[in-house]
């Protein structure tokens, strides 16, 4: 099974986020978020939903769909506890 196979497997079963999951393939964090454009792709009609990133500070919500990893500052309260998007298939 190839690794995309395996996140997609993964992701149908929990949802992670993409720091999670170049943790667990231990691998960089710009290869999974590749990896996640793929395989948006590749699983239709099933979908790769994703939660938006959020301030725990203020719960500032950020709605922008950025593949980037997560955005590192709060632009409302400047806080950096950023909870960053997670991932998974629908
Ligand atoms: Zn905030």
Known sequence: MTR???II????????????????????LSEILEDLQHIEKSIKPKK??????????????????????????????KSEWIEAQMFWIE
Do not use: G, V
């Open 4 to 6: 995309r196979q395996q």
């Open 9 to 28: 497997e993964i992701l149908q079963q929990n949802k992670q986020t993409a720091q999670q999951l170049a943790n667990y393939f231990q691998t960089d």
């Open 48 to 77: 790769l939903k994703i939660t938006p990133a959020y301030c725990r500070k203020c719960n500032f919500m950020f709605k922008e769909r950025s593949k980037a990893s997560k955005p590192s500052k709060c632009p409302r309260c």
